[in-house]
Structures are given as structure tokens and as C-alpha cells.
């Protein structure tokens, strides 16, 4: 009698620390804070699907204010330690990876996923680091990179090994976590973990054995609906825009613009829930579209489309600049098109470049900084930015001076 009392009473709390536990044990030692309400803005919802409806959504914020201290970061690809290296230059953490940027805003553009090891520990550290912001009026903002796509497509190309085992690890916790459920009887199916594996394949043409657990543990969790494309990549972005600057992955092009960026945000989430069987290949397949566009990314400003990255901005109100990651920027942050179009890939990652960690930083009067721990970047261009010092970009690299790498995807 007594067991069956502690059993009516213990669910809930056991279903609480077991869901603890598997965080803690997926994400590196995280333990992730209570996550704030989320009060969409009132007209947002009047211009949304009808709130109603049993399949609504609150929508994905498009659209900022500009903050006091808007911070810019680039691809991160799997790498944690250069991660906390660029948001510690950028004073957004403190010693003890804690929050510590108070009200400022923080932007990275996408491509969390691939060429690592650290790739769900990486989505669980911004995820904290989002709860922690809100509590004190600042914002994280996450966004969707092509990587992000492939991986929601199943495309794993440039998955690593230690990517694959980092998955493996974590279809494993939630085995565990749901076995640890059911220890007390009569519980409530409801509280349980949905099976990682519900509907996958037991076998994949042409995949080593030795990898195949970890591979079918990565789709489980990425594909539409999948747990973690659930529980963190359909929270991202694809396009955002934050005062006077838009950021995207790739680029815009006018095309883009005018589908509607809110309506691009939104098919995009609902592609990543499952709630829509696929999203157009302009916005997130193919060169052109929105995560893979290299337009505005060539090494020359005599090679990038100024006209028709011009005419893209025009048409987005109150916004001077694009702002994009992708294709990496070989000696660091740089600008073309009269600095209307900004790119921050340094190719941080050790999977990349393993170059230096470099941050774009923007105060409230819409002046731009490069935040660098490259030594050389302070000998060598310092006189050629104070002498570049127009539009509030004297901060900025100046044009043509970088060199670009185009690697694959």
C-alpha cells in the first residue's frame, strides 16, 4: 500500500530530476535554469495564425530593437572551447561560463553543427545561456546555417566522428532516462521520453557497422520532429533583423525580401517540427538561397553584387547592412559594398581554420567594431582604420583587405 501511494505521489518529481539528469549528462555538466515565458508581442499575434487553433504556434520575433551593445558571431562548427573564447572576448561570460552581458544582444548566425565534437553540448550551452540573458534583459539569438539544414535533411557529409559518438552518447541517455522512468509502476506514459528511434531504419546502405548506431542515433535526433531538432534548432532563425542590421546565414537577395522574412522564419520552424512536409528550395537549398548565397562574400568588392545586394536592402525598412557568416574570411572580419555588407566566418572552429577568435560588436549610435585576439590585427591595420574612420565603420577592416576561403558547404 505504501509503495502504491509513493508511486502516485513520485511521478512528477521523478520524471523532473530524470529529465535533469539526462541534460546534465548529454550537455558537458549543465544544468539549465528555468525557462522564461514567452509573451509574444500582441500585434505579432493578431497578424499570426489564429492563437486559437490547437496547432498554433507562437511565432518566431523577425524582427529587434536596437540594443545598447549588439554583438555578431560567426560559424562555430562543433568546437565549445573557441566558442567560450569569443564570447569571453566579447564579455557576454564570465570565468564560470555564466552570463555576464547584461542587457546586451547577442547574434550567431548558424553552422553549430559539423566539423566537431561538441555539437549538442554546444546547442545546450546557448540554450542556457538564452534562459540566463532573459532574466536580466539581454538576448541570445541563434540562427540556421546550411549545416543546420543538412543535418535536418539527413545530409551528413560533413558530420565527424566524434559528431557521430557525441549522438550516439546521447540516444543512449534517453534510453536510460526513460528505463529510469518506468522503475516506479503505474507511471503516466505521458512523462515519458518519445523513443529517439520510433520509425528509424535499422540499417543504412553503405555505412560501416562501427558507425551505424551513431548515424542512426544523429538522423533520430536532427530529422523533422526529431528530439533535438525539436527541443533547439526549430527556436532558431533563419533571417533577423536587429535595428539598422540584417543578419542571415548566406545572404539575401531581393527575391527573399519580398516571400517575406517573417514568412520565411516561420515555414522554415514548421519544417523543423514536421508540421509541413518541406520548405522551398530557395530559401534553404541550392546556391542561391538564403544559407548557402556566397554573392556578397567574394574576396574582392569588385566581385560581390553590390547592386543587387543595394537593391535587397532597400527593401527591408530602417536596415544600412547585411551581416553573414558561410564562406570564411581567412584574415578576419571584413566589409565590401561600401561596408553595407559585412562578413564575421573567421573560421574559428579547429575543424576549420582553427583560426583566432573574432567577434563584430555594434553600439546603440550603429558604430562598428572587430573585437580581435589576434595581436596582428592591432600592429598592422591600425593605421589603416584610423585612416578609414567614415559612416561609424572606422573599426572595420578595410574593403579588399581579407582573404576568403570557399570550403565545401
Not at 134 to 160: L, P, Q, S, Y
Request: a neutral charge; proline letters at 5%; charged letters at 25%.
Amino acid at each position: 500500500m505504501e509503495s502504491q501511494i509513493n508511486c502516485q505521489i513520485l511521478p512528477s518529481l521523478l520524471s523532473s530530476f530524470v529529465d535533469t539528469f539526462v541534460d546534465f549528462s548529454v550537455s558537458g555538466g549543465l544544468f539549465l535554469p528555468p525557462e522564461p515565458s514567452i509573451n509574444p508581442d500582441p500585434i505579432t499575434i493578431q497578424n499570426s495564425k489564429n492563437p486559437n487553433d490547437s496547432s498554433w504556434l507562437p511565432p518566431l520575433q523577425t524582427v529587434f530593437a536596437q540594443p545598447a551593445r549588439l554583438i555578431a558571431i560567426g560559424d562555430l562548427h562543433g568546437d565549445l572551447l573557441k566558442t567560450k573564447q569569443a564570447l569571453r572576448l566579447s564579455g557576454l561570460i564570465d570565468l564560470n561560463d555564466r552570463w555576464s552581458g547584461g542587457s546586451s544582444t547577442v547574434v550567431q548566425v548558424g553552422d553549430i553543427l559539423d566539423r566537431g565534437g561538441d555539437e549538442i553540448k554546444l546547442l545546450y550551452f546557448f540554450e542556457k545561456l538564452k534562459r540566463e540573458a532573459a532574466k536580466v534583459g539581454g538576448r541570445v539569438i541563434t540562427m540556421n546555417g546550411n549545416h543546420e539544414i543538412m543535418n535536418v535533411d539527413g545530409d551528413f557529409r560533413f558530420v565527424t566522428p566524434h559528431g557521430l559518438k557525441e549522438f550516439e552518447n546521447w540516444a543512449m541517455w534517453q534510453l536510460v532516462g526513460n528505463f529510469m522512468k518506468t522503475m516506479c509502476g503505474g507511471l503516466d506514459e505521458n512523462i515519458l521520453f518519445d523513443d529517439p528511434f520510433d520509425g528509424m531504419p535499422k540499417e543504412f546502405r553503405g555505412i560501416k557497422p562501427e558507425l551505424l548506431n551513431g548515424v542512426r542515433a544523429r538522423m533520430a535526433a536532427l530529422r523533422p520532429n526529431g528530439l533535438i531538432a525539436k527541443r533547439f534548432l526549430s527556436k532558431n532563425q533563419t533571417v533577423v533583423v536587429v535595428g539598422d542590421s540584417v543578419f542571415v546565414h548566406g545572404g539575401l537577395l531581393p527575391k527573399h525580401v519580398f516571400y517575406g522574412l517573417e514568412r520565411v522564419n516561420e515555414e522554415v520552424r514548421d519544417w523543423i517540427l514536421g508540421l509541413r512536409l518541406k520548405v522551398a528550395n530557395q530559401l534553404v537549398r541550392g546556391r542561391n538561397s538564403i544559407v548557402w548565397l556566397r554573392s556578397f562574400s567574394k574576396e574582392l568588392a569588385k566581385d560581390c553584387d553590390c547592386s543587387t545586394l543595394e537593391h535587397a536592402l532597400e527593401t527591408i525598412p530602417g536596415v544600412k547592412r547585411m551581416i553573414m557568416g558561410h564562406t570564411i574570411q581567412e584574415r578576419g572580419i571584413n566589409g565590401v559594398c561600401s561596408n553595407r555588407a559585412i562578413r564575421i566566418d573567421v573560421g574559428m572552429s579547429r575543424g576549420c581554420n582553427n583560426g583566432l577568435p573574432e567577434v563584430l560588436e555594434i553600439n546603440d549610435k550603429s558604430e562598428v567594431k572587430i573585437l580581435t585576439s589576434n595581436p596582428l590585427y592591432w600592429k598592422g591595420y591600425d593605421a589603416s582604420l584610423n585612416a578609414n574612420k567614415k559612416d561609424g565603420f572606422g573599426s572595420l577592416l578595410p574593403e579588399q583587405g581579407a582573404e576568403q576561403v570557399e570550403v565545401s558547404a
